[in-house]
T-cell receptor, first 114, second 115 residues
Framework: KNQVEQSPQSLIILEGKNCTLQ??????????LRWYKQDTGRGPVSLTI?????NTKSNGRYTATLDADTKQSSLHITASQLSDSASYIC?????????????FGAGTRLAVHP | DAGVIQSPRHEVTEMGQEVTLRCKPI?????LFWYRQTMMRGLELLIY????????DSGMPEDRFSAKMPNASFSTLKIQPSEPRDSAVYFC?????????????FGPGTRLLVL
């Protein structure tokens, strides 16, 4: 069964600190892995997209890594800001149906405190 | 561009009533997705349209749910009759499929509460 698992479920950090979120997946066939940010009451917004041949992808203070062999990914947030408080969702794409069918993780809820 | 537009943003209805959710995708996009998000199950794909044609509706929970896309700029998701377990946030997303990395852009969602 295609699954995406994220850890931790929730995380509290102080403003300015770094943090790393984890994602493990069993989706097959694998096409690409995405990280989305979802603010409370809003739709998810794409942060990064990586194919199996890409090991790392950055978007400002967000850096995602991918190990396609171990089927693991991480999202590192540097110098956190209060606006980083949100849910971060790991999403793996299955293209077996001829399109990017997205399989969503449950998300990590991040709270950045001043 | 205004992004994906959904209406209404909030809907409260009583069990048994018909509910219609609306979506206007980003202009020029050729693919549209309807998702449902709940605390228990997270985000799940309900149905996928490509060039206004339903391609994958395997996620539609049951016959009470139906979706249409009469043209490239409008789609509806209808629930009839609604039940309390349908309470969730429903998202519409659109994309332009050109390559593997195509990005899906999500709307703000419709928060549905069925009493």
């Amino acid at each position: 069964k295609n699954q995406v698992e994220q850890s931790p479920q929730s995380l509290i950090i102080l403003e300015g600190k770094n943090c790393t979120l984890q994602c493990n997946y069993t989706v097959s066939p694998f096409s690409n892995l995405r990280w989305y940010k979802q603010d409370t009451g809003r739709g998810p917004v794409s942060l990064t997209i990586m194919t199996f041949s890409e090991n790392t992808k950055s978007n400002g203070r967000y850096t995602a890594t991918l190990d396609a062999d171990t089927k693991q990914s991480s999202l590192h947030i540097t110098a956190s800001q209060l606006s980083d408080s949100a849910s971060y969702i790991c999403v793996v794409s299955d293209r077996s149906g001829g399109y990017n069918k997205l399989i969503f993780g449950a998300g990590t809820r991040l709270a950045v405190h001043p | 561009d205004a992004g994906v537009i959904q209406s209404p943003r909030h809907e409260v209805t009583e069990m048994g009533q018909e509910v219609t959710l609306r979506c206007k995708p980003i202009s020029g996009h050729n693919s549209l997705f309807w998702y449902r998000q709940t605390m228990m199950r997270g985000l799940e794909l309900l149905i996928y349209f490509n060039n206004n044609v339903p391609i994958d509706d395997s996620g539609m929970p049951e016959d009470r749910f139906s979706a249409k896309m009469p043209n490239a700029s409008f789609s509806t998701l209808k629930i009839q009759p609604s039940e309390p377990r349908d309470s969730a946030v429903y998202f519409c997303a659109s994309s332009l499929i050109m390559e593997t990395k195509e990005t899906q852009y999500f709307g703000p969602g419709t928060r549905l509460l069925v009493l």
